[in-house]
């Protein structure tokens, strides 16, 4: 048996012991689910397990809701937000929309940053696995909602019109960093995470508001 | 006489059309009819992507390669082997030893002669180095498809067979099984890496599927069969045999989270949480999948 | 000696049907590894079921036929309690013969 399992079998047998009336608390068991996590995962190809058992504050505290079964009160909600809102990066050079064919195919490419890619793979937006995009691709998930016509329902017919801003950037920062808008969406936060550029970005954002993309027709 | 025949998805109308003057009305009428019955007789006939998924994947249940790891398995258990030269046939799966059916359905659960909560194929470890003599940290590092690993799960495969249509039925009678149910339950929650992913993300909801593939809600019990009563299972798509440990770390993968430990804490946590979950459902191991 | 094969033929009225799942991993000399090298082709390519001895069915296989195949078959007037002996040769020279009893 390793260091770090006599380790955590140590610290598991003392939680036993002191609990036994009553069984360990809450913050007990958290700490001893952290303990388990940095003994039981290793480094592996690209990925670091330090960086990713460390989360941030927003993935934090989303977990303890999830695990509570509560929601997050609204006040550690509207934090999480701003804080996410502040730090989305918006296109140096304001232009949002790029080309909606080569959006669909980084909507459609689920590739990079598991423990068997290289840091050169061209990482994909895994879009599809969670929502239903253009209307010809019969595989999409459910897990997010349809996109379908995501721009014509919002009455976008010229993404460059001063009318449109208010969308387009929305579009801009929901894809750069989803938890802007929602403190625990289940959604990546792409840009922000650095699992796609400006640019990618920009033809994705092309692919849900060019009146000319087949989301749009 | 005047024939309309109206064809769609191997249906086809014949309408009959005597007297052109007098039957207009009555021909655009039946022409009516008959496409409203031949529009609700093909979406009766289309299928649904998932239905047509469902029936590929029944006729594949017909010669599950899986009984080939099942008959291998079962060969290892008798068979003596490693440097101690002895078979498996004294191993504690957690009924007493050698006492293989029924075994599968109650585990992961807490040893006393390790002292720790285990699953089936960490268990298998243990048994293959007290009693055969192979070095159990070795085969952990051995990586899925080589070596001793195939030989685990081969083993798995079998034990789990033996507790097929069995219900699951886990102990949370032992502290530690009470408290590994709870930091199994954390790490199912636990969002991290570059995409926020938890198992949560794509397990803890009804009804959803990521592309075509249904996602069993694994924060309650999803019902025979599923989810954690799936496993092992035979992947058809790369012919692959896999157990519960092969399932989680591939999970992993896809959650860009690092490597989880074959056999460690955090795969046994999660074991608990998910077999827990599933009392009284009923096993279908091995099964197979896409 | 390659793993062995599962068998199991049910006699059924005049006939019994016979179910055989092989284990093989046959590739197909057409697929590229993760370095892009070519996987040498490797699988079955005559495959024979005999009643008793005498030889009832004979097959050419290709590399069309994929891994782990499952055959199944009828053989006419076959009886519970008849041999049922089923063997493949592969195109690296290895053969494997199993034989199961008609229930």
Known sequence: MNKKTTWTLAALAALVVAGCATGPSVSELNDLARQVAKASFRDEGIVKADKVLNADETNRLCSEADVAGKPLDEAMAKRIEETNLKAIQWPADGQFLGDWKQGEAIAQSGRGLTFTDTANTVNGGNCYNCHQIDQKEISFGTIGPSLYHYGKIRGVTDPASEAAKPIVEYTWGKIWNSKAYNACSNMPRAGHSGILNATQIRHLVALLLDPNSPVNK | ?290 | MADPMRIRAQASGDKATVRVLMSHEMESGQRRDAAGKLVPAWHITEVTAALNGKQVLAAEWGPAVSKNPFLQFAIKGAKAGDKVAVSWKDNKGDSRTDEVTVS
């Open chain 2, 1 to 290: 006489m005047l024939v309309w025949r109206v064809k769609s998805k191997g249906l086809t109308l014949l309408l009959f059309e005597q007297n052109k003057e007098v039957t207009m009305q009555r021909s655009r009428l039946l022409f009516w009819m008959a496409a409203a019955a031949l529009s609700c007789a093909s979406a009766l006939a289309q299928k649904t992507a998932s239905q047509g998924i469902d029936e590929y994947r029944a006729m594949l249940q017909d010669g599950n390669p899986a009984e080939l790891f099942e008959a291998k398995g079962e060969g290892l258990w008798t068979q003596k082997r490693g440097p101690k030269n002895a078979t498996l046939e004294k191993c504690d799966l957690g009924k007493g030893p050698g006492v293989v059916k029924g075994v599968f359905v109650e585990l992961p659960r807490f040893f006393a002669d390790t002292g720790r909560v285990q699953d089936l194929e960490s268990r298998l470890l243990t048994c293959m180095e007290t009693l055969q003599g192979f070095n159990a940290a070795e085969i952990a590092k051995t990586g899925f498809g080589k070596g001793e690993q195939n030989n685990v799960t081969a083993l798995a495969t079998w034990i789990a067979s033996e507790s097929k249509d069995m219900r699951f039925n886990l102990s949370q009678s032992h502290p530690q099984e009470k408290t590994f149910y709870e930091v199994g339950k954390r790490l199912f929650f636990q969002r991290g890496g570059p995409h926020d992913f938890a198992c949560a993300s794509c397990h803890g909801e009804d009804g959803k599927r990521i592309r075509l593939q249904d996602l069993p809600n694994l924060t309650k019990n999803p019902g025979d069969g599923v989810g954690f009563a799936a496993w092992p299972a035979y992947r058809v798509s790369n012919g692959q045999m896999w157990g519960m440990q092969q399932r989680l770390n591939d999970c992993y993968r896809q959650q860009r989270f690092p490597y989880p430990g074959f056999g460690s804490d955090a795969t046994i946590a999660l074991g608990v949480y998910l077999g827990v979950n599933s009392k009284g459902s009923a096993s279908i191991a091995p099964a197979i999948k896409r």
